[in-house]
Nanobody, 123 residues
């Protein structure tokens, strides 16, 4: 059974940091691209960052460049999203997704999705 399980969300003050984890199981971790997406209330799901396990390519949304870092640990079948200098506008449910081999921000190109983890940035 394919599973993506996110963890690491929570409540943090503006300027704070969180690290999200996405533990993958049930498929060949090495061959897939992974993406982090987020969805705030009343808004469409948007791509935050993605990474190709094939060639290591990473991409970031302009709104998070310089603040967020995506990485992966092959031994743990886990993808991470380190989020620094968090802002209130980063508040959303964050989803991990896996699919294809090319790092892309298009959610329709991903086959597997996690249930999401809530990130709230508030003072």
């Amino acid at each position: 059974e394919v599973q993506l399980v996110e963890s690491g969300g929570g409540l943090v003050h503006p300027g704070g940091s969180l690290r999200l984890s996405c533990a993958a199981s049930g498929f060949a971790f090495d061959g897939y691209a992974f993406g982090w997406f987020r969805q705030a209330p009343g808004k469409e799901r948007e791509g935050v960052s993605c990474i190709s396990r094939l060639d290591g390519t990473t991409r970031y949304a302009d709104s998070v460049k310089g603040r967020f870092t995506i990485s992966s640990d092959n031994a743990k079948n886990t993808v991470y999203l380190q989020m620094n200098n968090l802002k209130p506008e980063d508040t959303a449910v964050y989803f991990c997704a896996a699919g294809g081999t090319i790092a892309t921000m298009w959610p329709s190109l991903y086959d597997y999705w996690g249930q999401g983890t809530q990130v709230t940035v508030s003072s």
